[in-house]
């Protein structure tokens, strides 16, 4: 599987938080962490749900707490999609 990028991070925030004003995900959002774009535990919970499903991975709750910005969590992601190729 091919790596997640931020792009495609991008577009899994906004279909999970559910917000049509997605203004605060433009630019460079790298290492903004999540609280300052808006998404709080659940959000970033609700993410990691899709994330598994998509990628077919398994995301320890504990990894993607940790996971304070979108540089982190698709790290997070993209190690273990490397792992399970």
Known sequence: MADMTIDDLRGTLIACAGEEDS???HGDI?????DELGYDSLALMESAAK?????GIALPEEAVAEA??????????NSLTTAAA
Do not use: G, K
């Open 68 to 77: 304070e910005t979108p540089r982190a969590l698709l790290r997070l992601v």
């Open 30 to 34: 790298l290492d903004v962490p999540f």
């Open 23 to 25: 203004s605060a995900l």
């Open 51 to 55: 994330i598994e499903r998509d990628y």
